[in-house]
Protein backbone atom coordinates (compact mmCIF):
# COMPACT_ATOMS: atom_id res chain seq x y z
CA UNK A 1 0.00 0.00 0.00
CA UNK A 2 0.51 3.32 0.33
CA UNK A 3 1.97 4.16 -3.94
CA UNK A 4 2.50 7.25 -4.80
CA UNK A 5 2.96 8.08 -8.71
CA UNK A 6 4.06 10.88 -10.26
CA UNK A 7 4.44 12.11 -14.14
CA UNK A 8 5.90 12.83 -16.08
CA UNK A 9 9.32 10.79 -15.31
CA UNK A 10 11.08 13.04 -17.42
CA UNK A 11 10.26 16.14 -19.44
CA UNK A 12 12.96 18.39 -21.53
CA UNK A 13 11.13 21.95 -22.35
CA UNK A 14 12.04 25.13 -23.96
CA UNK A 15 12.81 28.20 -21.45
CA UNK A 16 9.85 30.65 -21.08
CA UNK A 17 7.64 27.61 -21.45
CA UNK A 18 5.74 26.17 -18.41
CA UNK A 19 5.79 22.42 -17.85
CA UNK A 20 3.18 20.21 -15.40
CA UNK A 21 4.62 17.93 -12.93
CA UNK A 22 1.41 15.35 -12.01
CA UNK A 23 1.08 13.65 -8.38
CA UNK A 24 -1.19 10.97 -7.52
CA UNK A 25 -1.87 8.83 -4.24
CA UNK A 26 -3.11 5.20 -5.96
CA UNK A 27 -4.28 3.35 -3.16
CA UNK A 28 -5.38 6.53 -0.25
CA UNK A 29 -6.47 9.79 0.55
CA UNK A 30 -3.85 12.60 0.70
CA UNK A 31 -4.77 15.63 2.63
CA UNK A 32 -1.00 16.61 2.52
CA UNK A 33 1.16 16.53 -0.32
CA UNK A 34 4.91 17.45 -0.70
CA UNK A 35 6.73 18.92 -3.32
CA UNK A 36 11.04 18.37 -2.85
CA UNK A 37 13.72 19.71 -5.29
CA UNK A 38 17.21 18.05 -5.53
CA UNK A 39 20.02 19.13 -7.20
CA UNK A 40 22.64 16.45 -8.16
CA UNK A 41 24.77 15.47 -5.26
CA UNK A 42 22.43 17.39 -2.88
CA UNK A 43 19.81 16.57 -0.05
CA UNK A 44 16.24 17.31 -0.69
CA UNK A 45 15.09 20.34 -0.55
CA UNK A 46 11.21 21.02 0.37
CA UNK A 47 10.07 23.51 -1.85
CA UNK A 48 6.58 23.59 -0.50
CA UNK A 49 3.30 21.55 1.19
CA UNK A 50 0.04 21.38 -1.07
CA UNK A 51 -2.83 20.75 1.11
CA UNK A 52 -5.99 19.47 -0.35
CA UNK A 53 -8.32 22.17 -1.04
CA UNK A 54 -6.56 25.31 0.25
CA UNK A 55 -3.47 27.11 -0.80
CA UNK A 56 0.12 25.36 -0.28
CA UNK A 57 2.51 26.30 1.68
CA UNK A 58 5.90 27.32 0.55
CA UNK A 59 9.50 27.10 1.99
CA UNK A 60 11.01 30.44 2.58
CA UNK A 61 13.01 31.46 -0.69
CA UNK A 62 10.31 29.64 -3.42
CA UNK A 63 8.80 31.49 -5.53
CA UNK A 64 4.83 30.89 -5.44
CA UNK A 65 4.22 32.80 -8.35
CA UNK A 66 6.86 30.47 -10.41
CA UNK A 67 5.65 27.18 -8.80
CA UNK A 68 2.21 26.61 -8.72
CA UNK A 69 0.83 24.17 -6.72
CA UNK A 70 -2.86 22.94 -7.12
CA UNK A 71 -4.12 20.32 -4.63
CA UNK A 72 -7.77 19.97 -6.34
CA UNK A 73 -8.47 16.60 -5.00
CA UNK A 74 -7.40 14.26 -2.10
CA UNK A 75 -5.29 12.29 -4.48
CA UNK A 76 -4.01 14.67 -7.05
CA UNK A 77 -1.57 17.53 -6.85
CA UNK A 78 -0.15 19.52 -9.46
CA UNK A 79 3.39 21.59 -9.45
CA UNK A 80 3.56 24.11 -12.72
CA UNK A 81 7.13 25.08 -13.06
CA UNK A 82 5.99 28.43 -15.09
CA UNK A 83 8.03 30.28 -17.52
CA UNK A 84 11.32 27.60 -16.50
CA UNK A 85 14.75 28.90 -17.04
CA UNK A 86 17.47 26.66 -17.13
CA UNK A 87 18.55 27.04 -13.69
CA UNK A 88 15.29 25.30 -12.53
CA UNK A 89 16.08 22.25 -13.90
CA UNK A 90 16.46 19.71 -11.25
CA UNK A 91 14.98 16.72 -9.86
CA UNK A 92 11.43 17.42 -8.54
CA UNK A 93 9.98 14.80 -6.12
CA UNK A 94 6.34 14.80 -4.51
CA UNK A 95 5.47 12.37 -1.47
CA UNK A 96 2.62 12.14 0.69
CA UNK A 97 1.71 10.03 3.98
CA UNK A 98 -1.68 8.07 4.50
CA UNK A 99 -2.29 9.03 8.13
CA UNK A 100 -0.76 11.38 10.75
CA UNK A 101 2.20 8.92 11.99
CA UNK A 102 3.09 7.06 9.03
CA UNK A 103 6.26 7.52 6.67
CA UNK A 104 6.68 9.64 4.39
CA UNK A 105 6.42 7.66 0.18
CA UNK A 106 8.08 9.01 -2.27
CA UNK A 107 6.96 9.43 -6.01
CA UNK A 108 9.57 8.07 -8.92
CA UNK A 109 10.55 11.76 -9.40
CA UNK A 110 10.53 13.95 -12.10
CA UNK A 111 13.44 14.86 -13.77
CA UNK A 112 13.34 18.57 -15.80
CA UNK A 113 15.53 19.66 -18.27
CA UNK A 114 15.04 23.38 -19.32
CA UNK A 115 16.92 24.34 -22.68
CA UNK B 1 22.46 23.66 14.35
CA UNK B 2 21.08 21.42 12.27
CA UNK B 3 18.07 19.71 12.57
CA UNK B 4 19.28 15.92 11.49
CA UNK B 5 22.83 15.58 11.17
CA UNK B 6 24.25 12.52 9.15
CA UNK B 7 28.45 11.72 8.33
CA UNK B 8 28.14 12.30 4.47
CA UNK B 9 30.55 10.08 3.97
CA UNK B 10 31.48 7.88 1.83
CA UNK B 11 31.12 5.04 4.32
CA UNK B 12 32.84 1.83 2.64
CA UNK B 13 32.28 -1.90 4.16
CA UNK B 14 33.96 -5.28 1.91
CA UNK B 15 30.58 -6.93 0.87
CA UNK B 16 29.42 -9.73 3.51
CA UNK B 17 30.56 -6.86 6.43
CA UNK B 18 27.93 -5.41 8.28
CA UNK B 19 27.23 -1.56 7.65
CA UNK B 20 26.70 0.90 10.13
CA UNK B 21 24.98 4.09 9.72
CA UNK B 22 24.22 7.14 11.67
CA UNK B 23 22.12 10.03 12.49
CA UNK B 24 21.65 12.62 15.31
CA UNK B 25 18.77 15.38 15.85
CA UNK B 26 18.06 17.95 17.54
CA UNK B 27 14.25 17.83 19.05
CA UNK B 28 14.16 15.98 21.52
CA UNK B 29 10.44 16.25 21.26
CA UNK B 30 10.81 14.08 17.76
CA UNK B 31 8.62 10.78 17.66
CA UNK B 32 8.92 9.44 14.60
CA UNK B 33 12.01 8.39 12.85
CA UNK B 34 12.49 6.92 9.23
CA UNK B 35 15.60 5.74 7.07
CA UNK B 36 15.28 5.76 3.38
CA UNK B 37 17.80 4.42 0.55
CA UNK B 38 18.41 6.76 -2.06
CA UNK B 39 20.09 5.17 -5.29
CA UNK B 40 21.63 7.66 -7.76
CA UNK B 41 19.11 9.53 -10.18
CA UNK B 42 16.36 8.16 -7.97
CA UNK B 43 13.71 8.87 -5.35
CA UNK B 44 14.04 7.97 -1.91
CA UNK B 45 12.83 4.38 -1.03
CA UNK B 46 11.75 3.62 2.64
CA UNK B 47 13.81 1.14 4.28
CA UNK B 48 13.01 1.11 7.95
CA UNK B 49 11.10 3.31 10.43
CA UNK B 50 11.17 3.47 14.30
CA UNK B 51 9.16 4.99 16.84
CA UNK B 52 10.06 3.45 19.99
CA UNK B 53 13.15 3.11 21.73
CA UNK B 54 15.26 0.27 21.55
CA UNK B 55 15.92 -2.17 18.10
CA UNK B 56 13.55 -2.93 15.36
CA UNK B 57 14.78 -5.71 12.81
CA UNK B 58 13.61 -6.26 9.18
CA UNK B 59 15.60 -8.34 7.36
CA UNK B 60 19.06 -7.70 6.91
CA UNK B 61 17.89 -4.09 8.38
CA UNK B 62 18.05 -3.26 12.29
CA UNK B 63 17.25 0.21 12.91
CA UNK B 64 18.23 1.67 16.59
CA UNK B 65 16.79 4.52 18.38
CA UNK B 66 18.16 6.25 21.49
CA UNK B 67 15.92 9.14 22.34
CA UNK B 68 18.04 10.23 25.49
CA UNK B 69 21.07 10.46 23.18
CA UNK B 70 18.89 11.50 20.16
CA UNK B 71 20.58 9.48 18.37
CA UNK B 72 18.91 6.73 15.16
CA UNK B 73 21.10 4.13 13.61
CA UNK B 74 20.89 1.56 10.82
CA UNK B 75 22.57 -1.23 10.74
CA UNK B 76 22.76 -3.39 7.26
CA UNK B 77 24.10 -7.19 7.65
CA UNK B 78 25.61 -9.39 5.60
CA UNK B 79 26.05 -6.25 2.94
CA UNK B 80 25.66 -6.07 -1.28
CA UNK B 81 27.32 -4.56 -3.45
CA UNK B 82 23.32 -3.50 -4.95
CA UNK B 83 23.26 -1.94 -0.94
CA UNK B 84 25.55 0.52 -2.25
CA UNK B 85 23.78 4.01 -2.47
CA UNK B 86 23.25 7.04 0.22
CA UNK B 87 20.95 6.12 3.24
CA UNK B 88 18.94 9.67 4.24
CA UNK B 89 17.80 9.35 7.86
CA UNK B 90 14.55 11.36 8.56
CA UNK B 91 12.77 12.80 11.53
CA UNK B 92 9.00 13.94 12.45
CA UNK B 93 8.58 16.42 15.46
CA UNK B 94 5.85 16.17 18.36
CA UNK B 95 4.83 19.58 17.23
CA UNK B 96 4.38 19.15 13.78
CA UNK B 97 2.93 15.92 12.00
CA UNK B 98 3.71 17.77 8.50
CA UNK B 99 6.87 18.77 9.41
CA UNK B 100 9.81 16.25 7.97
CA UNK B 101 13.67 16.67 8.88
CA UNK B 102 16.37 15.17 6.53
CA UNK B 103 19.77 14.63 7.00
CA UNK B 104 22.21 15.33 3.97
CA UNK B 105 22.60 11.42 3.55
CA UNK B 106 24.73 9.09 3.89
CA UNK B 107 26.75 7.52 0.84
CA UNK B 108 27.26 3.93 1.31
CA UNK B 109 29.46 1.88 -0.72
CA UNK B 110 29.85 -2.17 -0.59
CA UNK B 111 32.66 -2.98 -2.50
CA UNK B 112 32.61 -6.83 -3.82
Known amino acids: GAVVSQHPSRVICKSGTSVKIECRSL??????MFWYRQFPKKSLMLMATSNEGSKATYEQGVEKDKFLINHASLTLSTLTVTSAHPEDSSFYICSARNSGDSPLHFGNGTRLTVT | QKEVEQNSGPLSVPEGAIASLNCTYSDRGSQSFFWYRQYSGKSPELIMF????GDKEDGRFTAQLNKASQYVSLLIRDSQPSDSATYLCAVNPLYNFNKFYFGSGTKLNVKP
Open chain 1, 27 to 32: DFQATT
Open chain 2, 50 to 53: IYSN
